[in-house]
């Protein structure tokens, strides 16, 4: 008898989760698609081999985009705040003309080692001519007017003129033209991009 109570009041529990909405269904008919088949042939004759494009490197097609000078000086920045090490080439440290030839080996133009060396080289120009790139030439030995430092343009517009070089006491650093010591040790302007 239990059982059958027990029985009785789960198949009302079972039934009063029925619900009471009746649902609608309809019976469809399969979808039926007339498709025709397509010459292939026709499109295969019509095959173009593919075409060959010359490809111009970035700085010719746009040449106010991310110029060789651009890449220069970015690549000379990596240097900032390298201490300086005479002979130096490296992160380790660096001195003036090591972070001019290092820098200009990166787009493979080789110069020579030492900075009076280097001002034998490219085309002179004047100091309210120079351009981001460029290089500038000092002579910062007491008494001498012999070129003994060199950096790198890496800002000029009207007479504003900053440079990246590797200083004795500050290592590799951006200076002015309009400092004093700078405007005064400074020898020629040089342009070998």
Not at 64 to 76: E, F, G, L
Not at 91 to 99: A, Q
């Amino acid at each position: 008898m239990k059982s059958n109570i027990l029985f009785l009041l789960v198949a009302i529990t079972l039934s009063s989760c029925k619900s009471s909405q009746s649902i609608a269904t309809f019976k469809s008919e399969p979808l039926k698609l007339d498709l025709k088949p397509i010459a292939l042939s026709a499109s295969l004759s019509t095959y173009n081999e593919p075409q060959t494009i010359d490809l111009f490197p970035l700085e010719d097609t746009f040449p106010n985009i991310y110029s060789r000078a651009d890449r220069i000086i970015d690549y000379a920045f990596a240097f900032d705040g390298v201490k300086y090490k005479r002979g130096g080439t490296s992160k380790e440290g660096m001195d003036c003309s090591g972070l001019v030839v290092t820098t200009f080996e990166s787009e493979n133009i080789f110069l020579p080692r030492i900075s009076r060396d280097i001002a034998l080289t490219g085309d002179k120009v004047d100091i309210k001519q120079v351009d981001r790139g460029d290089l500038l030439f000092f002579a910062t030995r007491r008494n001498s007017r012999i070129i003994s430092h060199v950096g790198i343009v890496t800002t000029a517009h009207d007479g504003f003129v900053e440079f990246i070089h590797a200083s004795t006491s500050n290592g590799v650093i951006v200076s002015n033209m309009a400092e004093k010591y700078w405007h005064y040790a400074f020898i020629e302007a040089r342009r070998v991009i």
